[in-house]
């Protein structure tokens, strides 16, 4: 015959007992196992946003081989250019209101700001070319692309969410 003491409910430590007695002719032995649970879990929102201010060139070169192109580009800044990006506006308050619904989530940030000053200084330089080559393969047509460009973007990032987790730890004694 086996007995059991239940745990107690959302206790998160508790100790089970089985007892096991086993009928002998001149008498009874009764057997004990005790078994430990240790159960924990939890949960955790998280929120996280980032702003990133990236400037720089891009060439691009697209030829076949009836074309010659080349792109070529070098950006100098003054020392005056700069890049902020700031979370907090002048009295300190920021916001970020999250919406979902079922197709998808939005987000109305409030006081993110983003403020880039990029000065363009001498020796700055953009120059593409592309040109038929001398006796190009008739049999080709003559396709061709370049392009030097300088870029600035500010991109902002937000992540809104939430994990858990649940540990159960058992030891039998």
């Avoid at 937000?158 to 004694?173: D, K, P």
């Amino acid at each position: 015959m086996a007995f059991f003491v239940p745990p107690k409910s959302r206790q998160p430590q508790f100790l089970w007992l089985a007892f096991l007695c086993v009928g002998i002719s001149s008498g009874a032995k009764c057997l004990a196992q005790a078994t430990q649970i240790n159960q924990s879990s939890g949960s955790k929102n998280y929120f996280s946003y980032q702003v990133q201010s990236t400037f720089g060139t891009t060439t691009s070169v697209n030829a076949n081989a009836n074309v010659s192109a080349q792109a070529e580009a070098q950006l100098n800044l003054k020392p005056n250019s700069f890049v902020t990006n700031k979370f907090g506006d002048d009295s300190g308050n920021a916001s970020a209101v999250f919406t979902a619904t079922p197709s998808g989530a939005n987000v109305n940030l409030s006081g993110v700001s983003a403020h880039n000053m990029l000065i363009i200084d001498k020796g700055t330089y953009f120059k593409s070319s592309s040109k038929t080559i001398d006796n190009p393969n008739p049999n080709l047509p003559s396709i061709g692309s370049a392009s030097a460009l300088g870029n600035h973007t500010s991109t902002i990032t937000v992540e809104n969410g939430s994990t858990s987790f649940s540990n159960t730890l058992q030891q039998s004694f």
